[in-house]
């Protein structure tokens, strides 16, 4: 496995594109099989994940091509309507899949979705939703085969605005007969973004980004264009790296909207921010003060796909804060390894205690998950001397290009290729060498 080798105390300075969210492009790509041709989606970023979600689109009948950030689905024949366990187990939101497969064919069979270890990750209310709308389940061992011969619009309500569940349910639901309501639907800017999306291949669907979506169904979807939104977690990882490591950067495609409740506690930590239509700018010259509680929730409040890094960056500040993490249950993977580094943080169940020390030192440490792995990296970025970082494999499924555009501010980070690759790399070289 590939580690990181960073070495901290470098302060970042000059400007970083944001590429496309990855969030926002998982949900748009299993819509594409809504459509009985071809999508053409923009600002598609290059990860891991996207990858694994090409895959399912091939298993199941796609033709799939890729030109830089563009990829293309041309979903005309959809000839597979099973998602093996082996793509299944590659990423969560492969339960996406669920309602768009639904949406096309009327069935679809999955086994139950992998992603990142945050506790435990239900999707009964994938499920309750997809029920309304007149879809039936089977379980068959690790299973879950679901059947609807035609879809029935109906009132929706959500015991919680789960972002996937109201993606599921919207997926399915531009297919039923009727119209169908999603009540305390999810509000979050991806949420708008694939509304976006099945707007432009025709489909008939309102009130993204309020708690209440309206879908009118039945309405056949044709090829189109689509450019996914900048990922907002992305550019909160890029704002509390500067915040920790201090400097000044430019965030071309930035949408501070988005993102306001991090730039909001890095603002009170000191940090300056500005933003246009077209970049944010973030300046930080000391360590961060400590700041009120955060506390994260489901859009508009604090992402929880920001806490460990936020977290990170008022760590080898000089304050003390309080998080207290009310989405997942096992969203601390990070602590263990900032704890190395010299940080003071003590966590009680849901909430961590932050006590700021600018004198961390640099560890080895490991990536649990995404959003923690990158934690890691802030953290790396502002202490003193060298740290490695292994378990990029998780790393790479949210981020395009980290270690190229760190280094183009001006960190020293370096990506260390396993011994393992190494090896099948010279083999191939000796391979061509020899002719072969
Ligand atoms: C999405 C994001 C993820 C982010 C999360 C919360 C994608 C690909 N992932 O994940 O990065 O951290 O939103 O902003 O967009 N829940 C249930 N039953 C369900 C579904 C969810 O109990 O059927 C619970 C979850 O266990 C969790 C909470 O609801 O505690 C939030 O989950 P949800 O909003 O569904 O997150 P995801 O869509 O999985």
Same mark, same amino acid.
């Given at each position: 496995?590939?580690?990181?080798?960073?070495?901290?105390?470098?302060?970042?300075?000059?400007?970083?594109?944001?590429?496309?969210?990855?969030?926002?492009?998982?949900?748009?790509?299993?819509?594409?099989?809504?459509?009985?041709?071809?999508?053409?989606?923009?600002?598609?970023?290059?990860?891991?994940?996207?990858?694994?979600?090409?895959?399912?689109?091939?298993?199941?009948?796609?033709?799939?091509?890729?030109?830089?950030?563009?990829?293309?689905?041309?979903?005309?024949?959809?000839?597979?309507?099973?998602?093996?366990?082996?793509?299944?187990?590659?990423?969560?939101?492969?339960?996406?899949?669920?309602?768009?497969?639904?949406?096309?064919?009327?069935?679809?069979?999955?086994?139950?979705?992998?992603?990142?270890?945050?506790?435990?990750?239900?999707?009964?209310?994938?499920?309750?939703?997809?029920?309304?709308?007149?879809?039936?389940?089977?379980?068959?061992?690790?299973?879950?085969?679901?059947?609807?011969?035609?879809?029935?619009?109906?009132?929706?309500?959500?015991?919680?605005?789960?972002?996937?569940?109201?993606?599921?349910?919207?997926?399915?639901?531009?297919?039923?007969?009727?119209?169908?309501?999603?009540?305390?639907?999810?509000?979050?800017?991806?949420?708008?973004?694939?509304?976006?999306?099945?707007?432009?291949?025709?489909?008939?669907?309102?009130?993204?980004?309020?708690?209440?979506?309206?879908?009118?169904?039945?309405?056949?979807?044709?090829?189109?264009?689509?450019?996914?939104?900048?990922?907002?977690?992305?550019?909160?990882?890029?704002?509390?790296?500067?915040?920790?490591?201090?400097?000044?950067?430019?965030?071309?495609?930035?949408?501070?909207?988005?993102?306001?409740?991090?730039?909001?506690? $890095?603002?009170?930590? =000191?940090?300056? /921010? +500005?933003? %246009?239509? @077209? #970049?944010?700018?973030?300046?930080?010259?000391?360590? *961060? &003060?400590?700041?009120?509680?955060?506390?994260?929730?489901?859009?508009?409040?604090?992402?929880?796909?920001?806490?460990?890094?936020?977290?990170?960056?008022?760590?080898?500040?000089?304050?003390?804060?309080?998080?207290?993490?009310?989405?997942?249950?096992?969203?601390?993977?990070?602590?263990?390894? $900032?704890?190395?580094? =010299?940080?003071? /943080? +003590?966590? %009680?169940? @849901? #909430?961590?205690?932050?006590?700021?020390?600018?004198? *961390? &030192?640099?560890?080895?440490?490991?990536?649990?998950?995404?959003?923690?792995?990158?934690?890691?990296?802030?953290?790396?970025?502002?202490?003193?001397?060298?740290?490695?970082?292994?378990?990029?494999?998780?790393?790479?499924?949210?981020?395009?290009?980290?270690?190229?555009?760190?280094?183009?501010?001006?960190?020293?980070?370096?990506?260390?290729?396993?011994?393992?690759?190494?090896?099948?790399?010279?083999?191939?070289?000796?391979?061509?060498?020899?002719?072969?």
């Amino acid at each position: 496995m590939d580690s990181y080798l960073v070495n901290g105390k470098n302060p970042l300075n000059g400007s970083v594109s944001i590429h496309g969210a990855k969030n926002s492009v998982l949900p748009i790509l299993a819509g594409t099989i809504l459509v009985k041709g071809k999508s053409v989606i923009r600002n598609c970023p290059n990860l891991s994940d996207v990858f694994a979600t090409a895959r399912i689109l091939e298993h199941l009948g796609c033709v799939v091509s890729w030109e830089d950030s563009v990829m293309t689905v041309d979903a005309t024949d959809i000839t597979e309507t099973k998602i093996p366990e082996s793509l299944m187990q590659e990423m969560r939101s492969s339960v996406l899949f669920l309602g768009a497969l639904i949406a096309r064919t009327g069935e679809a069979t999955i086994s139950c979705p992998g992603g990142c270890e945050l506790g435990p990750r239900p999707i009964d209310l994938h499920v309750k939703s997809l029920k309304r709308l007149g879809v039936t389940f089977e379980e068959d061992g690790d299973n879950i085969r679901c059947k609807a011969r035609q879809m029935y619009g109906r009132k929706i309500m959500l015991d919680f605005p789960s972002v996937g569940a109201t993606e599921n349910a919207m997926l399915a639901a531009c297919s039923a007969k009727g119209n169908t309501i999603i009540c305390n639907a999810a509000r979050e800017p991806e949420i708008v973004d694939l509304q976006g999306f099945l707007r432009s291949m025709g489909a008939k669907v309102w009130g993204a980004g309020s708690n209440t979506i309206l879908i009118e169904g039945g309405h056949l979807l044709h090829a189109g264009e689509y450019s996914v939104m900048p990922d907002r977690i992305v550019t909160a990882t890029y704002m509390s790296a500067v915040a920790a490591a201090t400097g000044e950067v430019e965030l071309i495609g930035g949408d501070l909207q988005t993102i306001a409740p991090v730039a909001a506690t $890095l603002i009170e930590a =000191g940090c300056q /921010i +500005q933003s %246009d239509r @077209k #970049k944010i700018c973030i300046e930080s010259k000391f360590p *961060l &003060k400590g700041v009120r509680p955060i506390y994260t929730a489901p859009y508009p409040g604090f992402p929880t796909d920001a806490q460990p890094i936020v977290m990170s960056a008022l760590a080898c500040g000089v304050g003390s804060t309080v998080f207290i993490e009310s989405i997942f249950t096992n969203r601390y993977s990070q602590v263990d390894s $900032l704890r190395r580094m =010299g940080a003071a /943080i +003590q966590v %009680d169940g @849901k #909430k961590a205690h932050v006590n700021g020390n600018p004198f *961390l &030192k640099g560890a080895q440490l490991e990536a649990y998950d995404l959003r923690g792995g990158a934690a890691l990296i802030v953290a790396a970025l502002s202490a003193e001397g060298e740290s490695e970082i292994t378990g990029l494999q998780f790393i790479d499924r949210g981020y395009e290009k980290l270690e190229e555009n760190l280094q183009f501010l001006g960190a020293d980070i370096k990506r260390i290729k396993s011994e393992a690759e190494v090896n099948a790399l010279f083999d191939l070289d000796v391979v061509k060498a020899l002719g072969g």
